[in-house]
């Protein structure tokens, strides 16, 4: 019997499932909502012990799940707070007195 060709699955009506669906994190805990706000909201949230336990890392690797999971769906502006939200956060976790001028070429 042929396999199945992508083309023919495209067209299909089953749900795939996806790996990501099934992810349970027990590292961060993000409120409801909190993706949908601003992003100095969403830095300031995730880089909290409250809701990231181990640190503003674990709260960046939170934020590039949700952007990687929500794919296609994210509108440019909405993707584009998102990435600025990245920034933040990462200008949390490297700190106030490391800045790029100060590295040796």
């Known amino acids: 019997m042929p396999r199945a060709t992508k ?3 495209k067209n299909s009506k089953q749900k795939t499932n996806r790996w990501s669906g099934r992810v349970k994190t027990v590292s961060t805990f993000p409120p409801p909502g909190l993706f949908t706000k ?3 909201t969403i830095a300031k949230s995730l880089a909290s012990k409250k809701v990231s336990p181990k640190g503003p890392g674990s ?3 939170m934020l590039n799940f949700y952007i990687n999971r929500a794919g296609k769906n994210l509108s440019d502006e909405r ?12 200008e949390r976790i490297r700190g106030p007195h490391e800045h790029r001028s100060n590295r040796a070429a």
């Open 7 to 9: 083309a023919s699955n």
């Open 38 to 40: 601003d992003a100095e």
């Open 59 to 61: 709260g960046m690797r």
């Open 79 to 90: 993707r584009a707070e998102l990435e600025r939200a990245k920034g933040l956060l990462s």
